[in-house]
């Protein structure tokens, strides 16, 4: 029996994707890895027709973490300021990572089951500025909640501070207006909405917003990293075969439809599921128009822990995740990346009957 990965990456990998991972082994100083390298870069920026002559595409071998890190030490000038708009995990780990490269920040923090408050926001831009920079979490994993980028874009651009988004588990399957929403940088990763495989993250930034910042680290200094790349070099060995399937998975999303067709996908997905669970009984903790369409958190049945309801899911070939601290024990997370379709759903759905019964 294939299980099938419902957490949020890495993902159940297409067989086209896979295939891709038993290519010739490759020298990452040879031209064949750099045209590689160049088409990962060139598809990244594709992925929200971004203009190369604005934006760049930097690469990394590291999970998304990486690419969050490289993004807030980089970018974040050596008198900059940052606003770090808090509510999950993610929004506390750029916290943690401003603090260890000693930037000066002011963490926002909301409740993690609340949306980020505008008027919160605008009140410490106004009083405990000034600013250069707000750090926010796009799609915040930890509960499933779509941050709104249009308005805290707003409030940024009126004010002319610049956003830095951390868009691991959105890019590729939601929206993101990089005019619009003032945006320097967002950073991601291979292994969720875009279907590859872990190992290779990248940070898309504009050009001069990498001019602006400063070199804080060493293996993630996004401007070496951007201008090595630039020149078709690498500074370090690249996990070559993770670029491989980042590769194809970019030809696959291209010919898929792009991020319209996969946002419309999971969107048709998060809904079997949400429907499918809320008729027996099991509710989803945020309303679907507050939630992103890749991950949706549901609340476990009275009675249920998550471990047995884990471990009989895994059982018949789902495997699903937990809440983060103390939300384990309230409620369980079900993405639909990866290759997921309507079949697995109603198979999920009538593993869910089973169980129940
Ligand atoms: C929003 C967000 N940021 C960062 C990360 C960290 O990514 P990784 O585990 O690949 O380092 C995750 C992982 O799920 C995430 O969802």
Redesign the pocket.
């Known amino acids: 029996m294939k299980t099938l990965l419902l957490n ?2 890495p993902v159940t990998l297409t067989a086209r994707v896979r295939q891709s991972l038993l290519q010739p082994d490759l020298c990452h100083r040879e031209s064949e890895f750099y045209d590689l390298q160049d088409e990962a870069r060139g598809r990244l920026l594709n992925v929200y027709r971004l203009d190369p002559r604005r934006w760049s595409a930097v690469l990394m071998t ?5 690419a ?1 890190e490289s993004m807030i030490a980089s970018l974040v000038p050596r008198q900059g300021r940052l606003l770090i708009v808090q509510n999950g995990v ?1 929004g506390e ?1 750029i916290a943690a990572m401003a603090k260890q490269y000693g930037i000066e920040h002011v963490p926002l923090v909301h409740d993690w089951m609340a949306a980020p408050d505008p008027a919160a926001i605008a009140r410490c831009l106004d009083t405990d500025g000034p600013f250069t920079h707000v750090a926010i ?5 930890t509960t499933g909640r779509l941050n709104g980028l249009r308005e805290i874009g707003a409030l940024c651009g009126s004010r002319g501070v610049r956003l830095l988004i ?5 890019f590729g399957a939601e929206a993101i207006d990089f005019d619009e929403a003032h945006i320097d940088a967002v950073a991601a ?1 291979a ?2 909405c875009l279907h590859g495989v ?1 190992g290779a ?1 990248f940070v898309i930034a504009a050009r001069e917003a990498i001019e602006r910042g400063t070199s804080r680290a060493y293996y993630f200094d996004l401007a070496r990293l951007a201008r090595m790349q630039a020149a078709r070099n690498t500074p370090f060995t690249p996990s070559v075969h993770a670029y491989y399937a980042l590769v194809e998975a970019l030809r696959e999303f291209e010919d898929e439809g792009g991020v319209r067709a996969r946002h419309a996908r999971y969107a048709a997905l998060a809904e079997q599921v949400r429907s499918g669970l809320a008729s027996r009984g099991i509710a989803s903790v945020l309303p679907p128009e507050q939630s992103s369409v890749v991950l949706r958190s549901y609340d476990l049945p009275p009675g249920v822990a998550y471990e047995p309801l884990h471990d009989a899911l895994k059982a018949r070939g789902f495997v699903i995740y937990a809440g983060q601290g103390d939300l384990s024990k309230q409620l369980f997370r079900i993405s639909t990346m990866g290759d997921i379709h309507a079949p697995d759903i109603d198979r999920l759905l009538l593993a869910f009957d089973e169980l129940m019964r």
């Open positions: 949020p990456g590291a999970s998304g973490t990486g969050v993610y780990r979490v796009h799609h915040e994993t951390d868009a691991v588990s959105s990763t292994n969720k872990p993250s």
